[in-house]
């Protein structure tokens, strides 16, 4: 009866307009990691809907729908599960990313290879929220729906190239159709590609944190309880989305694809995630990369090569070949080998790579990179600041500490005085590794080998993408590091200039290991470190703020040359947010005795935080067991590669700045609305 009722109605009124706007819809999961969850749908709503056009007034919202003061990622249950058998009454997350196979799974893939196949569907949510009749809904003339309340929500497996839905509304008496509504849906789909180094992947941020168990407060500076790899304290170490590479949903590229699929109810994000601790241009970006994040062995493939090969049809992958002149302007690409991370090594023909058969590559609409850091040393710089000038015993530090102690020096104009390196230990430490390297940092960043130095990499880098992924340069998005230590942010300032100086001199003069360092010691379980004073005095801040400032400006140099887009504004995201900032700064260990490691929550909300990740912060979130993994000083590496890495607060104030900047420069409207 309901049938026929509609196909009489169709007759009578085929010339009727539709599509007036009255039926409200919405994709019920529009974040593609998600499609790999056993409930992708009911994962989405729970972030998504406390999104709005601030990010840390999310992860204010969130913690109250969650009922945590600590947010879980997304992937907590999964990560945890990858490793432990689940619960008898626990569902089953699968993580997006195949850690063994080191490629998103095939349901993150899905709407990228089946865009325009009316096979692949989505799930759409529809109602007329206004209307008190009932309805019968229809899919291309096909009735899907008994007759339920039109205003009711009712969910239906959309083509993804689109389709019309129909809703006949039946009269309040018998069952004929009065009207028929008509609208024509399509999802918006962006797909956005992350890539580069730690800023990118999240390090120091693991979906799934260290959890500790109450402890007995140890004497104060005791820190053996870290250094002993099987402490009782430790009931689980911390789980990643990708263990290899300390890639995690709380990284600002996550973050800015996700946000841009919560805040439009017909977008759908198809994320690509390839960022990874350690990257640089030429070790890991562009060629494989050697020893990433905790893990001895070599990544099957560069992060450009994975993206090429996921977002191209199957099959249609080229023979390998050298990168064209376009890209490298013939510069020897073999030199980079020599004055870098990778090594000596045939860099010319590790960065080959195979392309896309034409017409057959699925270019991306945004790439979210960070990259550069590691191709100067940056944690060499930072280890340089933190680090005492006199070791002590410095023929046993200097072969039992080499890890610890910076690989490059920074730039001679950067390096401690005469008068200030009191043991003369890191300057004779530095001129070991000058004479070993034949460079510096100041070689790497180009201030004595320009076109060998950061711009000509980053230019390289930049090219690479936009002429494999087909992408415009313009949509290559890339925020400046932000400035760890600045205490002002300028009025007036030009964001894309360098960064004026610390501003007041509130600096203490000296962090004593007291603070925010004491946990590096935790790497010594032999004690050469007992006597060290780790931290940084107001000229070493001003020092390392030198060194960024000249990093940027080989990015913005690079930027300009390639034509990519540069977020200037996120040069000043962490200003008076820095690791002096927000509670819990001491280790348990201390004489203060603030807070046991237990209570420790990474993830919790605090409105005057800091936005960068202390060493005991560090310790706290990212302690592992150390099984299959490598040795520093007898214990794994990874619990402290987080230090002066962003935390989620940080990443979310990046976060809001790429998003803006997006907002008001880049249209990602579809080429069809």
Same mark, same amino acid.
């Given at each position: 009866?309901?049938?026929?009722?509609?196909?009489?109605?169709?007759?009578?009124?085929?010339?009727?307009?539709? /599509? #007036?706007?009255?039926?409200?819809?919405?994709?019920?999961?529009?974040?593609? %990691?998600?499609?790999?969850?056993?409930?992708?749908?009911?994962?989405?709503?729970?972030?998504?809907?406390?999104?709005s056009?601030? @990010?840390?007034?999310?992860?204010?919202?969130?913690?109250?729908?969650?009922?945590?003061?600590?947010?879980?990622?997304?992937?907590?249950?999964?990560?945890?599960?990858?490793? =432990?058998?689940?619960?008898?009454d626990?569902?089953?997350?699968?993580?997006?990313? #195949?850690l063994?196979q080191?490629?998103?799974?095939?349901?993150?893939?899905r709407?990228?290879?089946?865009?325009?196949?009316?096979?692949?569907?989505?799930?759409?949510?529809?109602? *007329?929220?206004?209307?008190?009749?009932?309805?019968?809904?229809?899919?291309?003339?096909?009735?899907?729906?008994?007759?339920?309340p039109?205003?009711?929500?009712?969910?239906?497996?959309?083509?993804?190239?689109?389709?019309?839905?129909?809703? #006949?509304?039946?009269?309040?008496?018998?069952?004929?159709?009065?009207?028929?509504?008509? =609208?024509?849906?399509?999802p918006?789909?962006?797909?956005?590609?992350?890539?580069g180094?730690?800023? /990118?992947?999240?390090?120091?941020?693991?979906?799934a944190?260290?959890?500790?168990?109450?402890?007995?407060?140890?004497?104060?500076?005791?820190?053996?309880?870290?250094?002993?790899?099987?402490?009782?304290?430790?009931?689980?170490?911390?789980?990643?989305?990708?263990?290899?590479? +300390?890639?995690?949903?709380? &990284?600002?590229?996550?973050?800015?694809?996700?946000?841009?699929?919560?805040?439009?109810p017909?977008?759908?994000?198809?994320?690509?995630?390839?960022?990874?601790?350690?990257? &640089?241009?030429?070790?890991?970006?562009?060629?494989?990369?050697?020893?990433?994040?905790?893990?001895?062995?070599?990544?099957?493939?560069?992060?450009l090569?994975?993206?090429?090969?996921?977002?191209?049809?199957?099959?249609?992958?080229?023979?390998?070949?050298?990168?064209?002149?376009?890209v490298?302007?013939?510069?020897?690409?073999n030199?980079?080998?020599?004055?870098?991370?990778?090594?000596?090594?045939?860099?010319?023909?590790?960065?080959?790579?195979?392309?896309?058969?034409?017409?057959?590559?699925?270019?991306?609409?945004?790439?979210?990179?960070?990259? $550069?850091?590691?191709?100067?040393?940056?944690?060499?710089i930072?280890?340089?600041?933190?680090?005492?000038?006199?070791?002590?015993?410095?023929?046993?530090?200097?072969?039992?500490?080499?890890?610890?102690?910076?690989?490059?020096? %920074?730039?001679?104009?950067?390096?401690?005085? @005469?008068?200030? #390196?009191?043991? /003369?230990?890191?300057?004779?430490?530095?001129?070991?590794?000058?004479?070993?390297?034949?460079?510096?940092? /100041?070689?790497?960043?180009?201030?004595?080998?320009?076109e060998?130095? @950061?711009?000509?990499?980053? $230019?390289?880098?930049?090219?690479?993408?936009?002429?494999y992924?087909?992408?415009?340069?313009?949509?290559?998005?890339?925020?400046?590091?932000?400035?760890?230590?600045?205490?002002?942010?300028?009025?007036?300032?030009?964001?894309?200039?360098?960064?004026?100086s610390?501003?007041?001199?509130?600096?203490? *003069? &000296?962090?004593?290991?007291?603070? +925010?360092?004491q946990?590096?010691?935790?790497?010594?379980?032999? $004690?050469?470190?007992?006597?060290?004073?780790?931290?940084?005095?107001?000229?070493?801040?001003?020092r390392?703020?030198?060194?960024?400032?000249?990093?940027?400006?080989? *990015?913005l140099?690079?930027?300009?040359?390639?034509?990519?887009?540069?977020?200037?504004a996120?040069?000043?995201?962490?200003?008076?947010?820095?690791?002096?900032?927000?509670t819990?700064?001491? @280790?348990?260990?201390?004489?203060?005795?603030? $807070?046991?490691?237990?209570?420790?929550?990474?993830?919790?909300?605090?409105?005057?935080?800091?936005?960068?990740?202390?060493?005991?912060?560090?310790?706290?979130?990212?302690?592992?067991?150390g099984?299959n993994?490598?040795?520093?000083f007898?214990?794994?590496?990874?619990d402290?590669?987080?230090?002066?890495?962003?935390?989620?607060?940080? +990443?979310?104030?990046?976060?809001?700045?790429?998003?803006?900047?997006?907002?008001?420069?880049?249209d990602?409207?579809?080429?069809?609305?």
């Amino acid at each position: 009866m309901e049938h026929l009722a509609t196909a009489s109605f169709a007759q009578a009124n085929a010339q009727r307009p539709s /599509g #007036d706007g009255r039926i409200s819809w919405e994709i019920a999961n529009r974040f593609s %990691p998600f499609e790999t969850l056993h409930d992708p749908a009911e994962m989405f709503d729970n972030y998504a809907s406390e999104v709005s056009q601030d @990010m840390i007034t999310w992860q204010k919202r969130l913690r109250h729908r969650l009922i945590s003061a600590s947010i879980p990622s997304p992937y907590s249950v999964g990560a945890v599960q990858r490793y =432990e058998r689940p619960k008898p009454d626990e569902d089953v997350d699968t993580l997006p990313w #195949d850690l063994a196979q080191e490629l998103h799974r095939p349901e993150v893939l899905r709407f990228i290879r089946g865009e325009t196949d009316p096979n692949t569907t989505i799930a759409v949510r529809v109602s *007329m929220p206004n209307e008190q009749r009932d309805c019968i809904w229809h899919l291309d003339n096909t009735p899907v729906s008994s007759v339920a309340p039109c205003r009711d929500v009712f969910q239906i497996d959309l083509p993804f190239p689109g389709a019309t839905v129909r809703a #006949d509304l039946l009269s309040t008496v018998g069952n004929t159709v009065d009207e028929q509504v008509s =609208e024509f849906l399509k999802p918006d789909h962006l797909v956005i590609v992350g890539m580069g180094d730690s800023y /990118g992947s999240g390090e120091g941020n693991p979906d799934a944190p260290t959890v500790w168990s109450p402890m007995n407060q140890p004497s104060a500076n005791d820190l053996r309880y870290l250094a002993a790899e099987d402490t009782p304290e430790r009931k689980r170490s911390a789980r990643w989305l990708d263990e290899k590479c +300390h890639r995690s949903f709380f &990284s600002n590229q996550s973050l800015t694809a996700f946000a841009l699929a919560a805040r439009d109810p017909h977008r759908v994000v198809s994320f690509l995630h390839y960022a990874c601790t350690g990257a &640089s241009v030429f070790d890991g970006l562009l060629t494989q990369q050697l020893a990433p994040g905790r893990y001895d062995d070599l990544l099957r493939s560069s992060q450009l090569q994975r993206a090429i090969a996921e977002l191209c049809d199957k099959g249609a992958l080229e023979a390998a070949d050298d990168l064209p002149r376009e890209v490298t302007l013939d510069v020897n690409l073999n030199l980079f080998g020599v004055l870098g991370r990778g090594g000596n090594y045939d860099v010319v023909k590790q960065a080959s790579k195979a392309p896309c058969q034409a017409g057959k590559l699925r270019a991306p609409d945004l790439v979210l990179v960070s990259i $550069g850091g590691n191709d100067v040393g940056f944690s060499s710089i930072i280890s340089y600041a933190l680090l005492p000038t006199d070791f002590g015993d410095f023929p046993l530090a200097a072969e039992k500490l080499q890890s610890s102690l910076p690989d490059v020096c %920074p730039p001679l104009e950067q390096r401690y005085s @005469m008068a200030e #390196d009191s043991g /003369g230990h890191m300057a004779a430490h530095c001129h070991k590794r000058d004479r070993q390297l034949g460079f510096d940092a /100041g070689d790497l960043i180009g201030i004595s080998q320009d076109e060998y130095g @950061m711009s000509s990499r980053l $230019g390289i880098a930049y090219r690479a993408i936009s002429h494999y992924l087909e992408i415009d340069p313009e949509r290559i998005i890339a925020p400046l590091y932000p400035d760890p230590v600045r205490f002002v942010t300028p009025t007036t300032e030009n964001q894309c200039s360098d960064a004026p100086s610390l501003g007041r001199a509130s600096l203490p *003069m &000296s962090y004593t290991d007291r603070m +925010h360092w004491q946990a590096l010691r935790a790497t010594d379980p032999i $004690g050469i470190t007992a006597s060290w004073n780790f931290g940084a005095t107001k000229r070493e801040a001003e020092r390392m703020l030198a060194t960024i400032n000249a990093l940027r400006r080989e *990015m913005l140099d690079a930027g300009s040359d390639s034509e990519i887009s540069i977020v200037c504004a996120t040069r000043d995201t962490f200003v008076n947010r820095g690791w002096w900032q927000g509670t819990l700064q001491d @280790m348990p260990s201390l004489r203060t005795q603030l $807070g046991n490691t237990s209570k420790w929550r990474p993830y919790r909300y605090e409105s005057d935080g800091r936005a960068l990740i202390t060493a005991n912060d560090a310790y706290r979130t990212q302690n592992s067991s150390g099984e299959n993994l490598p040795r520093t000083f007898g214990r794994p590496t990874g619990d402290y590669h987080g230090t002066i890495h962003p935390n989620l607060y940080g +990443h979310l104030l990046i976060t809001n700045e790429v998003l803006e900047y997006l907002r008001e420069e880049i249209d990602l409207s579809s080429d069809e609305d």
